[in-house]
């Protein structure tokens, strides 16, 4: 029998090729990027190995407030969501195991180990539309249009592989605000569909602007064919919140546009500032009438991972669609059947969530003080952030109106740009590089998200403790000083 070259080469060395390499693989996978996660992380794992080893440092500890994980940044948990093997010990309250028995009895009476059907515990999605009902003022949800998930992130990703589709310019391109959490990116990259950037106005508290909208759109249907809007309310990495006014107008657009939208609600929970307020897309367009509410088709995300909640790790989520054709509805479902199903703890821990102790209830005082304490602290720590930093030349910080994160546009000298280019790094790059190797803070780029040409932003979150927030807004305030004197 005759060898193929690569066999020849295999039968003489014992060394066979592999079959998945850089260049054989989906060419889409290496323009992926996720910033959170990034280079900076990476390089603050390092760090922290090299202080657990005794390497000296300018620094004792590595801060993490790159990424909003409430709990790893040492946030609480919610005592109600926790209750450990309670069904027979005195030591719990009578509602958290009344409702353990009641969850325990969906998942077939025994245990949270078997499989669930892919949409999820009919039970608890029952408890989720109870709950949009309630937070949407009595605007009715149905069971079968929710469809729970492994987090907001995966049911994104299944929504956006059910619209992407088609090749050069009949390809699917998704509209996504700038700044964007670059799940959005990735995910296109991914899926090799086409990002369309529309920019949020900084100089309006990042506003989103129809006519900015209509620009980007226009463009786009120069080289593509664009099918969805995303908007991100309260924004992420922006923490802005949107009016009902500006929803009202996305929907009018994405109607006569023929968009389908996506709506990542996930911060639906963290609104600090004075006069704003969480309007639901959902609620929104029910409220429009006719004939968005009957036509406009919509997908719209939850999360446990943030809120006063913080529960990253449970990998919990829903979304909920409408008006969205049935059988690809069908599709969705079958889609969603390929990864079996959620977590069921996760599902459990959403269950808690959206049905949390009523008043009436043995753990209600609990769970409301700390729920209220979490918040509290939260605004708290978005006012604080604004104030020291709006206190530091050259840094300025939009509100904080809502969710986990500050994102400030800083000045950066233009010796420290060039000298950035000639390392080929991005300049905010290079700057949180430097931010993370003398002081141990590590934040993420604005490079990361997307921003406006010749701007320059990083993100961090607002999640560490009080007593260590201010000492690091000081700390990063007065490296920037010192960076921009450096570089001057």
């Not at 450990?84 to 009578?94: A, G, I, Q, R, V």
């Not at 949107?242 to 639906?268: G, H, K, M, N, P």
């Not at 009436?360 to 409301?368: E, I, K, R």
């Not at 003398?438 to 604005?446: A, D, H, K, R």
Request: with cysteine; net charge negative; charged share 20%.
């Amino acid at each position: 029998m005759a060898l193929r070259a690569g066999d020849s080469q295999a039968a003489m060395t014992g060394v066979k090729e592999k079959v998945l390499t850089l260049d054989t693989m989906n060419s889409s996978i290496r323009r992926v990027e996720y910033a959170v996660r990034g280079p900076i992380v990476l390089r603050a794992l390092e760090l922290e190995r090299e202080l657990r080893q005794g390497v000296k440092k300018p620094f004792t500890e590595v801060i993490r407030a790159n990424i909003g994980d409430a709990q790893a940044m040492g946030q609480k948990p919610i005592t109600f969501l926790r209750q450990p093997d309670l069904l027979n010990s005195p030591d719990f309250p009578e509602d958290a195991k009344s409702r353990a028995e009641h969850i325990l009895r969906a998942c077939g009476g025994h245990s949270l180990g078997a499989y669930s059907i892919s949409s999820g515990i009919q039970l608890i999605r029952e408890d989720v539309a109870r709950y949009i009902q309630q937070r949407d003022g009595g605007i009715s949800a149905d069971p079968n249009n929710i469809f729970l998930s492994a987090g907001a992130s995966d049911a994104i990703v299944t929504v956006l592989k059910l619209l992407v589709a088609g090749e050069g310019r009949a390809r699917s391109g998704v509209l996504i605000p700038i700044p964007q959490y670059p799940l959005y990116s990735a995910a296109l990259a991914e899926l090799n569909a086409v990002q369309v950037d529309y920019y949020l106005d900084e100089e309006r508290v990042w506003a989103l602007d129809v006519a900015e909208l209509r620009r980007a759109l226009r463009q786009a249907r120069e080289h593509c064919r664009p099918c969805a809007l995303c908007v991100i309310n309260p924004g992420n990495p922006t923490g802005q919140v949107q009016t009902r006014e500006c929803i009202e107008a996305v929907i009018r657009f994405a109607f006569e546009e023929r968009l389908f939208l996506l709506a990542d609600e996930v911060y639906q929970d963290n609104v600090y500032a004075e006069g704003s307020q969480f309007h639901s897309f959902k609620k929104v367009l029910t409220e429009m009438g006719s004939p968005y509410a009957e036509q406009q088709e919509l997908a719209s995300f939850h999360s446990v991972s943030k809120g006063y909640m913080g529960e990253c790790g449970f990998r919990s989520g829903y979304v909920e669609v409408v008006n969205m054709d049935a059988a690809v509805q069908q599709q969705m479902q079958k889609l969603m059947s390929v990864r079996l199903c959620p977590p069921v703890p996760g599902q459990v821990l959403l269950d808690v969530v959206v049905s949390p102790p009523a008043p009436s209830d043995p753990s209600f005082a609990q769970f409301q003080a700390e729920k209220q304490a979490v918040l509290a602290e939260l605004a708290a720590k978005a006012k604080l952030t604004e104030q020291v930093f709006n206190e530091s030349p050259g840094i300025r910080c939009n509100p904080v109106q809502g969710a986990m994160y500050s994102f400030p546009r800083m000045q950066l000298p233009p010796r420290a740009v060039q000298h950035a280019q000639e390392l080929g790094l991005a300049p905010d790059m290079f700057f949180c590089m430097s931010l993370l190797e003398e002081t141990g803070i590590c934040v993420v780029p604005g490079s990361g998200f997307g921003q406006r040409e010749g701007t320059y932003h990083f993100r961090m979150t607002i999640l560490p403790p009080m007593e260590k927030l201010r000492p690091l807004l000081e700390k990063l305030s007065q490296f920037h000083a010192k960076f921009t004197q450096e570089y001057s």
